[in-house]
């Protein structure tokens, strides 16, 4: 079983940029896709970023196209999410979730292990 565990959410301002980093730890049973999803209250969850499992294709959403990117470490576990030019619409708690061998699907479905999330928040 694969264990996720978000880190480097906070409270930036408008403007600002952050890292997000995902620890994956367990069994993965072999390279892993990631995909980086958000929600606020209220509202669905919702794709911010994927990656493919070798990394040679990523799937960014519309949102957040020139501003996010998303980048992983098969070797060393690990995932991020850049955020840069964050603006207040950025609020939300920001989820990573994994793949065997996937592609960096958008759909929340394809994903079979989750995180509990990191909360960012932008001010103006």
């Known amino acids: 079983q694969v264990q996720l565990a978000e880190s480097g959410g906070g409270s930036v301002q408008a403007g600002d940029s952050l890292t997000l980093s995902c620890a994956i730890s367990?069994?993965?049973?072999?390279?892993?896709?990631m995909a980086w999803f958000r929600q606020v209250p209220g509202k669905e969850r919702e794709f911010v970023a994927g990656i493919s499992y070798t990394g040679g294709t990523t799937n960014v959403a519309d949102s957040v196209k020139g501003r996010f990117t998303v980048s992983m470490d098969n070797a060393a576990n690990m995932g991020y999410l850049h955020l840069n030019s964050l603006k207040p619409e950025d609020t939300a708690i920001y989820y990573c979730?994994?793949?065997?061998?996937?592609?960096?699907?958008?759909?929340?479905?394809?994903?079979?292990?989750w995180g509990q999330g990191t909360q960012v928040t932008v001010s103006s």
């Open positions: 367990g069994n993965t049973l072999g390279p892993l896709a």
């Open positions: 979730g994994v793949q065997l061998y996937g592609l960096g699907s958008p759909e929340e479905r394809a994903y079979h292990s």
